[in-house]
């Protein structure tokens, strides 16, 4: 028999990674042939990426108008591929803008969707939750609230907890991440996560490079800087935006030694919130948008926090600098206030690392991706039964 088609889709960094890890899985289950929308990591993974993640990735509103053609043309690709090879289920992660409408496409060709990484529609837009209801036959969530949220709503809900859980880990202790990198293994270090979009880092930089020069300024010895670069980002483009002078570590495939490493991490909102967590590292966390996507998003925004970290806790565990919060002299303020203290431990570092430690255990045990691979070689079999 031929391998079983299955349609895997992610339109950004993290769903890169998740669905790379999600094939792996169910490459080791059956006999399967994986293809859809990815990066490299699902590339790596051997899924055969007919459209490149990099066409549609893209994050506010009003940017995805700049966008419109790529999306348009990585739909219909999809969808005439999907009509092609026939994959009784197509696994969509996350990136709802694109996906509630790519599963809209495939119902009527006799698709069956399912959700993995379920969109954070309690955040924002809740009422899109109907759209998966209609259009899903289960959906897989990674936050332990989420699963109420979506069976309320009536969608087939599995909670499988948080992939990162048991895969974040460093591989080198501080000394030897300094002496890997040429720096100096006293004094304090700072790593920066920007974001891992063009967009994000063209928002984020010009307020980053200010907001560190304030910190600079602040201390008699000046934290050595490590800005830890997304994949698929140009570091030398990113580099040349910081002083010289500051002589700053750029990295790339190196996250968690540098965020491990690190006295304080920056970190854009995001799924990297969640690997500082579960490294129990201090954290300020930033995030802006366009004015104009910020006006628009306003409304539609449910909760009070914005950060995956303080959404999980239920409360403000780390400090988030969002939008016009998001300034120099407020990002060096929060900095001083983490890295500056007697000898003894600073009293909020404390806390804050008791309140992480709260957050890890929330976000499930090992073994999300397992979980989530068991559910579908399970679903697959209904799918294949009722096919017959």
């Known amino acids: 028999m031929p391998p079983i088609p299955l349609l895997l889709s992610a339109g950004e960094a993290s769903g890169d990674m998740y669905a790379a890890r999600l094939a792996s899985a169910l490459m080791q289950r059956l ?47 999809l969808v005439e591929e999907a009509g092609r090879r026939k994959p009784p289920l197509a696994i969509l992660t996350d990136f709802p803008g694109f996906h509630l409408r790519l599963a809209r496409k495939l119902c009527p060709k006799g698709i069956r969707n399912v959700y993995y990484i379920c969109p954070q529609f309690w955040a924002w837009r809740p009422w899109r939750v109907k759209l998966v209801r209609r259009r899903f036959a289960e959906a897989l969530c990674i936050f332990h609230f989420e699963e109420k949220f979506y069976a309320d ?49 063209a928002h984020h930089l010009p307020v980053l490079i200010e907001g560190l020069r304030e910190i600079r300024l602040r201390f008699p010895g000046p934290p050595q800087i490590v800005i830890a670069v997304a994949p698929g980002l140009d570091a030398a483009r990113i580099e040349k935006d910081f002083p010289r002078d500051w002589h700053l570590r750029l990295i790339s495939n190196d996250t968690y030694n540098a965020l491990a490493a690190a006295d304080l991490a920056i970190v854009s909102s ?55 919060g998001f300034t120099p002299q407020r990002l060096a303020a929060e900095a001083e206030s983490l890295l500056s203290g007697p000898p003894s431990p600073n009293p909020r570092v404390s806390e804050m690392r008791c309140c992480l430690q709260e957050v890890q255990k929330l976000l499930g045990p090992p073994g999300a991706v397992d979980r989530a691979a068991d559910e579908i070689v399970r679903l697959l079999g209904t799918a294949t039964s009722n096919a017959k």
């Open 270 to 324: 995001g799924t990297a919130t969640v690997e500082a967590a579960l490294l129990g590292k201090p954290m300020i966390v930033v995030y802006r948008l366009s004015s104009l996507t910020a006006l628009l998003a306003k409304p539609l925004v449910k909760t009070k926090f914005f950060s995956m970290v303080n959404l999980i806790a239920g409360r403000a565990v780390v400090p988030e600098l969002i939008q016009n």
């Open 153 to 201: 709503a009536g969608v087939p809900v599995k909670f499988i907890g948080h992939p990162l859980v048991g895969n974040v880990n460093a591989s080198l202790t501080r000394e030897l991440f300094c002496r890997k990198y040429g720096l100096p293994n006293e004094g304090q270090i700072i790593t920066v996560l920007p974001g891992s979009r063009r967009g994000e880092i």
């Open 31 to 77: 006999d399967v042939a994986i293809f859809g929308m990815g990066g490299p990591q699902m590339r790596a993974a051997g899924v055969e990426i007919i459209t490149d993640y990099s066409e549609v990735s893209v994050v506010g509103i009003t940017e995805v108008l700049k966008r419109l053609p790529s999306l348009v043309r990585a739909m219909r690709h």
